[in-house]
């Protein structure tokens, strides 16, 4: 079983849906919480970023984590035709340069309009 | 939000030849760099671990002596790929961890794509 399970979809969707993207996991000492984008043929930027438990809305995006269920979810609202990308979950345990992000294989998202 | 320079963008080479990939940090210092290695549809694959002024940490199934790794100062690292073979035709990403930014965070070069005749 991997460390970080993600669909890599592709999901499609109409312009203005609602977008729910999701990663499970099974090592419970993960504690940061991280979704990344990539757009075709670019490295990744970070999206959103939690600790712990709860939930983080910026803009558009809200990020949830259920550690009790080892379950991230990130929704993108009013989805536009530019969220077209990969969406990529990262998790990580402890603190420290050197500790290793995990990373989900990534979800393919098209928003069409 | 911090800047990471990957360059060059796209390299195409011929087969035994060397190509190098920088990675520089132009904001900050850094460190621990990160390589990365990505096949296309797939996830990013940690190469290895760059720590400036000693040697590189590589993750299990990673040749060493084929994929060189220099950090020689605080804001750049290289990648070297020797005697490149046409399965070493990848997309190559590098990252860098601002050391005032969250645990866990990276921030990414725009990545490097190879590819080997």
């Known amino acids: 079983q991997k460390e970080v399970e993600q669909d890599p979809g592709p999901l499609s969707v109409p312009e203005g849906a609602i977008v729910s993207l999701n990663c499970t996991y099974s090592n419970s000492a993960f504690q940061y919480f991280m979704w990344y984008r990539q757009y075709s043929r670019k490295g990744p930027e970070l999206l959103m970023y939690t600790y712990s438990s709860g939930n983080k809305e910026d803009g558009r995006f809200t990020a949830q984590v259920d550690k009790s269920s080892k379950y991230i979810s990130l929704f993108i609202r009013d989805s536009q035709p530019s969220d077209s990308a990969t969406y990529l979950c990262a998790m990580s345990a402890g603190a420290g340069n050197n500790r290793k992000l995990i990373w989900g294989l990534g979800t393919s998202l098209a928003v069409n309009p | 939000g911090a800047v990471v320079s990957q360059h060059p963008s796209w390299v195409i080479c011929k087969s035994g030849t060397s190509v190098k990939i920088e990675c520089r940090s132009l904001d900050f210092q850094a460190t621990t760099m990160f390589w990365y290695r990505q096949f296309p549809k797939q996830s990013l694959m940690l190469m290895a671990t760059s720590n400036e002024g000693s040697k590189a940490t590589y993750e299990q199934g990673v040749e060493k002596d084929k994929f060189l790794i220099n950090h020689a100062s605080l804001t750049l690292s290289t990648l070297t790929v020797t005697s490149a073979h046409p399965e070493d035709s990848s997309f190559y990403i590098c990252?860098?961890?601002?050391?005032?930014?969250?645990?866990?965070?990276?921030?990414f070069g725009e990545g490097s794509r190879l590819t080997v005749l």
């Open positions: 990252s860098a961890k601002d050391p005032r930014a969250r645990t866990g965070e990276l921030f």
